[in-house]
């Protein structure tokens, strides 16, 4: 297909393949960032027994009764424990427990009483007030009852999942397979930085740009090549690394010069191309393919165009195989701060700046090839085709970066 | 000193502790999130020459007058180069360069005519539109210029920095050296996951916690243990990393109880308390203080206090030592969106949810032990001394976690 629509673009990439079947169970301490893939039930309940909130002594509220600065009851102080400890005892009438923050209520006691509201007596306690059953008394289960649902399959893991697993006894965590990628910066006038860039070329972008931002989502690409404009070469590279990755994503020769290299090497490889051009700025020339049913995307070599596209049609294609749901494309309403006064011929995504439902233009530079102004901007507005102008209030869709 | 108010805690640390003067020069591609130690300026300008923006000939604007389908010129294609290579030749009037996009515009042409408006010739080119100097011509530096300052020291480095970066021809960056944490939770009843949890002992929540909370701002921390509530042992295990570390962080012991034993540590190793008790809840019993001039924040050993009082005060700390402000409490305005009817008698910090400038709750749980109520919260509510309700549509300070 030829010419299509972004959100068509998108059905038929996502349709095309399937989420990634392999995990790995890893250290929970390590497994922050990661999709777990296994809904996780509570093993125990927490706290896993009824425990003291306060320092103080655990008693049978009974024996409280009437009990007052004026009227004090006393106690037999029949042991002390401590956070971490516990009594095998059975608290009878007229007997107390010494009992600190956290440690478990010895059973038979049905209330603790602050140990302000003592003489804190070692052997004999004082008691000043009255209690009723279960005051002072943090029951088991208070935070998670055992067979809670802790976390849902598909979920990014947090800190605070990492505290509660924990909390758990869960020491290891089942998480979806990351997607193995491998990225092919094409074309002959790429130089790699650091070595001495000879009359005619220019350093790379696309490499740096996509690999950081990867790098960022948590997908490190396992395979990062420049290659220059020999469709053989790329076509044998890419048919070397087919099977150890889950994904290939090109940038340059998408375009209709006779440099634009990646139509011959689709067709060398008999790759299966699904679609070329999507109605869209920059980086119109996007492809996408499949080989030995494996999805390759090739975006423009224009360093802001790919950037547009890989976050356009790059993030759907990683969320469905990472089973990540945190990649999709987030879509917001804005309001803009700025005029932009060029009419749009095609539907074009321009950099700003979002902030609390308001979008501002960083700098007025919207050249695709003004990669530095993208410092600083955090989104891309949607800009619908045959827009003549985006003035100050209007209300703009905006795709978060 | 004794209960202090949270801002002056915060001025106290801060005041008491140097940003790390050690830097390390690690390759580009690697250094996403890392923080820059340098103002870095543009080695070369970008695109390093004039360059053509598309498919056509280069030419004398002077040789098009008059030009158009009617008036065809013609003129002598003298050379042809793609992206990536270059002509020595300076051009005549009545000669052409064919020229691809991305490639170097030769010396002597001050055009570009797009190659529709030709005839695609190849020895020969015919003519059928006039043109202007610098149409379709872009210049070199027109993306950056020479001198220019990419990137502040104090940066964090995004993926867009490491694409101009990359297009300046840089591989190495100078970035700041990490602070080296050390973690110690303490408490008898800290069990481990993964090991059998013997009776009236809880599972760690804190380290797994905290660790991951570090992680997640790059700053795993190096040592990271678990330590019963021997005053004795956890001295001298402060005592053992001290010159290995930047910033301890410790959690339990803090309060006013026997087993509070962080006091006798401190007192053991002969560190400086700094202050000890902030005027807010949860938490309330936090302590400073400094030890061989390094910090030792000392957390509350309940987790959801540690958590709280680690966003308040360890951020601040962080963001000194690291040299990086993204990790400065972040206080925003939100209106609630929900009602919260207990009085609070001390300031108090709630979790909730905030979005778009709203504020929510998430769950109704508020108690210090509801770990797993943090589940899908972003913020904490300020909520000041004295309030008696938050009601709908009520201003209020947040802290965005």
């Known amino acids: 297909m030829i010419n299509i629509e972004l959100e068509k673009a998108i059905k038929l990439m996502v349709k095309s393949i399937e989420e990634i079947k392999e995990t790995e169970e890893i250290k929970l301490i390590e497994a922050g960032g990661r999709i777990i893939a296994e809904d996780i039930y509570a093993p125990m309940s927490n706290p896993p027994f009824d425990r003291s909130p306060l320092d103080g002594y655990a008693l049978i509220s009974e024996d409280t009764k009437g009990a007052s600065r004026e009227n004090i009851k006393k106690l037999t102080v029949v042991e002390c ?11 009878q009438r007229g007997e107390t427990v010494r009992i600190m923050t956290g440690a478990k209520i010895p059973k038979g006691a049905d209330c603790v009483i602050r ?33 809670d649902l802790l976390i849902r399959e598909g979920a990014l893991l947090t800190y605070v999942h990492q505290g509660i697993l924990s909390s758990m006894g869960i020491s290891k ?7 193995r990628i491998g990225l092919i910066v094409t074309g002959d006038e ?11 070329k220019i350093y790379d972008s696309n490499l740096h740009l996509l690999y950081s931002r990867l790098n960022e989502f948590g997908l490190k690409p396992i395979i ?3 290659i220059g404009d020999s469709a053989e070469k790329v076509g044998k590279r890419i ?21 634009d290299i990646l139509h011959n090497v689709l067709q060398l490889i008999d790759a299966n191309r699904v679609f070329w051009k999507v109605n869209l700025k ?6 996408y393919s499949l080989y030995k049913n494996k999805p ?26 990472s089973g990540n749901d945190n990649l999709q494309l987030k879509q917001v309403n804005g309001i803009m701060e700025d005029e932009f006064n060029k009419p749009s011929m095609k539907r074009r995504f321009m950099r700003a700046f979002f902030n609390n439902g308001k979008v501002s233009f960083h700098e007025n530079k919207h050249s695709s090839g003004m990669l530095a102004s993208m410092i600083g901007c955090n989104c891309l507005i949607d800009v619908k085709k045959g827009t003549q102008k985006l003035g100050k209030g209007d209300n703009v869709n905006v795709v978060l970066l």
């Not at 424990?81 to 608290?91: D, W």
């Not at 003592?118 to 009723?132: A, P, W």
């Not at 975006?299 to 165009?305: D, K």
């Open 224 to 226: 990062a090549e420049i």
């Open 115 to 147: 140990q302000e509201n003592t003489n804190y007596g070692q052997d004999e306690v004082e008691i000043y007030e009255e209690l009723c059953e279960y005051d002072n008394y943090c029951f088991a289960g208070e935070d998670i009852k055992k067979e």
């Open 173 to 179: 965590v089942k998480v979806k397979a990351k997607p």
């Open 282 to 287: 920059p980086g119109t020339p996007a492809m």
């Open 190 to 200: 790429v130089g790699i930085p650091g070595q001495q860039l000879r009359n005619g």
């Open 81 to 91: 424990i401590f956070a971490g400890e516990y009594s095998e005892r059975v608290l």
């Open 296 to 321: 390759i995307l090739s975006l423009s070599g224009n360093p802001f165009a790919a950037l547009t596209t890989f976050e356009l049609l790059g993030r759907p294609v990683l969320a469905k195989l």
């Open 239 to 259: 048919g070397e690394i087919i099977n150890d990755v889950d994904l290939i994503i090109t940038t340059g020769g998408v375009s209709v010069g006779e440099k």
